[in-house]
Structure formats: C-alpha cells, structure tokens
C-alpha cells in the first residue's frame, strides 16, 4: 500500500468505525442502504427516463447530457481505483463492517458520491427547480458510502469534486 494511502487509512478508520457502528441500529441502517441502493443506478436512470415523457426533446437531451457525462464519470472513476488501489474501510480493519456487499474491491474514490455529484450538477443546469431533491438526495447517497463501511471520508470528498468538476466541464462545453 502506498505511504500516503496506509496515513489516510489510520487517521480516517476511527471515523469510519464510529460510523459504522452507528449503522448498526437497524433503524439508522435501513434508510441509508435504500439510499444507497438508489444511488446505484435506480435513481439516476429513473429521472433519465422520465425526463423525455415530461419534457419531450428537451428532457431527452438533458437525459442524453446525463448519459454522457455518466459514461465519462465511470472510465475515470474505475482508471483512479485501478491507479490508487485503495482498500475498502471494511476490509481494511475488522470493527467496520460492511452494511451492503461492496460492488468491487477497491474504495478510492467513491463511483456512488462521483455519479450523483456529476449527474446532479448537470441535471439543476437544465432544471433548477429540482434542487430541493436532487441535493438532498445527493448527500444522502455520499453519506451513506461512509455509514454502510464501503469509504472513508475523503473518498467521497474526492468524489465530490470530481463529480462537480466533470459535470460543471460537461455543461461548459454544451453552454
């Protein structure tokens, strides 16, 4: 493991374990696997489809810009993973456990937190007035990255700034 990645691990795992010990009460735990599970794809691909029934030729380019900047979202997100290798806070160290099966081996940066950053940016340039879900939603799905054991914190914060930064350079080029 690389020098900076095995320091980041020993001063985030103590977050993560708090963490996900809270996860732990079945109460706390249900509602943010849902989210996570939406955060998937479910979600995102839901919007994607209605967005050309409400809204016609419009909604389907906004779909289609969401798309795109998803694909992108996804070669970038598996080429850092595959570069950084860094290890899951649930199989990093035992007290954490993993709230839902990982979808792959690595935790760096978080394709949950990238995707919903990148396709909320570009969906409140062409719909504002969806703020008032799609930024909650967006947090909750960073959120729970962290609560179910599956990243530590700068994952998704890392996440994040991509995620704004592609979907913020994807509007660019369209603008």
């Not at 493991?1 to 795992?13: G, I, S, V």
């Not at 760096?108 to 909650?136: D, E, I, K, M, R």
């Not at 990255?145 to 979907?167: E, F, N």
Request: glycine share 6%; aromatic share 12%.
């Amino acid at each position: 493991m690389k020098p900076w990645l095995r320091l980041l691990n020993e001063l985030e795992t103590p977050v993560c374990r708090r963490w996900s010990q809270s996860s732990r009460r079945r109460w706390f735990f249900r509602p943010f696997a849902l989210i996570s599970r939406l955060g998937n794809g479910v979600f995102w691909y839901s919007l994607m489809a209605v967005m050309p029934i409400v809204d016609g030729l419009y909604g389907l380019e906004v779909a289609l810009h969401m798309l795109l900047t998803g694909a992108a979202a996804l070669l970038l997100y598996k080429s850092l993973k595959g570069m950084t290798r860094r290890v899951r806070p649930c199989h990093y160290d035992i007290d954490i456990a993993a709230g839902v099966p990982p979808l792959d081996k690595y935790s760096f940066p978080s394709g949950h937190t990238l995707h919903a950053v990148s396709f909320s940016t570009v969906a409140l340039y062409y719909y504002p007035q969806l703020a008032w879900l799609l930024v909650p939603f967006t947090l909750l799905v960073a959120a729970s990255r962290v609560v179910l054991g599956l990243h530590y914190p700068s994952d998704v914060l890392v996440a994040s700034i991509v995620g704004l930064a592609l979907g913020y350079g994807s509007v660019l080029l369209v603008a």
